[in-house]
Structure formats: structure tokens, C-alpha cells
């Protein structure tokens, strides 16, 4: 039985993740500031399964932790540009979905970061 949050379930859940951050992106609208904005998401939206995929691959507790916070960090810019595309009028459809999933990988990246560092200090 494989857990919820398991290394192999993460990195698939990241890798739907970026399909859905480019799928959002191949509909924006051809205007500049779409594809500026659509970029940047596209950037950050698709970076966050390489970091967690590099982080499963770390040698050392730290590098692990390192590269967890680096897509946190990409989440959290990623969420940023989704809103501002949302706000700005650029997307009319919904991005409720993209938001909650954004935020679940947050909270179990979190939580994963916290155990880490927990155990470095045992």
C-alpha cells in the first residue's frame, strides 16, 4: 500500500501540477501582458515538481530541506502569479482547483520540511 504522501505519490501529484500550469498557459490570451505574466507562472508552476524531484534524490538532510523550501518558494510565487492573472482580468475561467491543489502542496511540503529539521536535531 502506498501512503498519501509518499515520495512516488508527490511527484506525480507535482508533475499533474505542472501539466495543469501549462495547460492554463496554452489558453491564455496572445495580449502581452497575458504572456508576461503566463511566463513567470509557467516558470514557477513547473518548477516546483523539479525541486521536490531533486529533493528525493538529495544526498544529506539539509540538501533535502534545501531544495523542499525552493519549491515552496516556487508554489508561493506561482500562487502569486495566478492571483494577479485572476485579478487582472487576464483569466476568465476558474482557478479554484489550481489554488487548492497549490495549497495542499504547500501544507505537505511544509509539514515535510518541519519533520526534517526536527530529525536533523536529534
Not at 36 to 65: C, D, K, N, P, W
Not at 97 to 103: K, M, S, T, Y
Amino acid at each position: 500500500m502506498v501512503e498519501e504522501h509518499s515520495p512516488e505519490i508527490m511527484r506525480r501529484r507535482t508533475r499533474r501540477f505542472a501539466l495543469s500550469i501549462i495547460k492554463l498557459f496554452k489558453t491564455l490570451p496572445l495580449r502581452e501582458e497575458a504572456r508576461i505574466l503566463g511566463r513567470q507562472m509557467l516558470r514557477s508552476g513547473t518548477s516546483v515538481g523539479a525541486h521536490y524531484h531533486e529533493a528525493t534524490r538529495s544526498r544529506s538532510r539539509a540538501e533535502f530541506i534545501s531544495k523542499l523550501e525552493g519549491g515552496l518558494q516556487e508554489l508561493d510565487e506561482t500562487v502569486y502569479w495566478l492571483t494577479l492573472l485572476k485579478e487582472a482580468n487576464v483569466i476568465n475561467g476558474q482557478l479554484d482547483g489550481l489554488l487548492n491543489e497549490a495549497d495542499e502542496l504547500t501544507a505537505i511540503l511544509v509539514a515535510s520540511a518541519k519533520t526534517a529539521k526536527l530529525n536533523k536535531r536529534q
